[in-house]
């Protein structure tokens, strides 16, 4: 502040010191190196005209110092559309291609798989536009007899739904299956070795405040026969989301069959108080409870989950040195062209 009021006070000096100085006749300017040009009594005298708009522009300067103005980063960003998100979430979604998917929904005449896919794609639209300035990292994966990543952990939200909607059902029974418990299992260590992966390359990164895998799928957990050797195939669900609850992550299980017999009800009423542990929820869609209405709880239930919004102030950066630095080099330039001139005239 010192710095600034030294500088006004010193740019009102020189201004009106060169007002009061003697009035020449002859207005020469020296050029090192060069020679005297000479601008005679009849023509306009244009350094004075220059030192006084000069010293106009050190005084504003300094006042725009003074005032201390800040600019927020976004405008200093190239390319940046949209404002700086401040944190975000991992929202991965896992969806059943098993053989049973090309099956009609219910009494209707669209597919589940379908279904399916109009479930995914009204969530990530939805999900996004909830987030406001938040950044939502979004993954695709396919289960059948195993899982199968389509889309890694994404910002890409246009190339996301593209890959949503070309699931199609398993078509052979090699590949056939329904292994729920391996899927959130290996879903929930590829969320944790991603986080683990960028710190320690020490990745600048928007900071992600929580995690969510959301399954749609028309069954129960039934692993591939060929598969019971293997522990991770072979997985149970109690398993898949103990580790999903120790590792904060909450799961949603979303129903695409409506016509279910007792035995498939039962498992996803035991299912659904586990899921819950996880702070997520398992929905049945169908008859009683419409697409609309599952991806608008999950919202809700997503909603509650993040943290509140700031108020705070967006980051900005004072420009008030920027003002100063143009300041004083206009000053040097003024002096030097106000030495130059007097030299010349001597």
Known sequence: MYIEILGLLLAVLILFWRRKSKKLPL?????????????????????????????????????????????PLTLLM?????????????????????GS????????????????????????????AQSGNRQNIFGLSSLARTCFVDCPLTYDKKFLIEQIQKLQPITYDSMNGTALGYALFKTTE?????????????????????????????GINDPHPLDKQDPFRWMS??????????AGIRVYFISVEP???????????????????????????????????????????????????????????SVRWFFAAIAAILTVLKLWGDFLVSRGCT
């Open 27 to 71: 207005a020469r300017w020296y050029i090192p190196n060069l020679s005297l040009i000479e601008i005679k009594e009849s023509k306009i005298h244009i350094w004075p005209i220059l030192s006084h708009a000069l010293g106009l522009s050190i005084i504003g300067l300094l006042v725009l110092a003074l005032i201390n103005p800040s600019l």
């Open 259 to 317: 016509n279910g017999d007792a035995e498939y009800n039962q498992e996803l009423n035991s299912m659904a108080a586990l899921i819950e542990n996880t702070k997520g929820r398992l929905f049945k869609a169908g008859p009683n409870l419409s697409i609309e209405q599952v991806v608008q709880s999950i919202n809700e239930l997503e909603a509650a989950h993040l943290p509140p919004v700031s108020n705070a102030a967006p980051d900005t950066i």
């Open 101 to 128: 998917m090309v099956d009609p929904f219910g009494t209707t005449t669209e597919s589940k798989i379908s279904v399916a896919k109009k479930i995914a794609t009204d969530l990530v639209q939805s999900l996004s």
């Open 190 to 218: 590829q969320i944790l070795a991603t986080q683990a992966y960028a710190k320690e390359i020490k990745a600048v990164s928007i900071p992600i405040d929580s995690e969510a895998v959301v399954i749609i799928s028309d």
């Open 237 to 246: 669900v109690n398993d898949a989301l103990g580790a999903a609850r120790e």
């Open 78 to 98: 190239f390319n940046q559309k949209q404002p700086l998100p401040r944190d975000g979430r991992v929202i991965t979604l896992i969806v059943d291609v098993s």
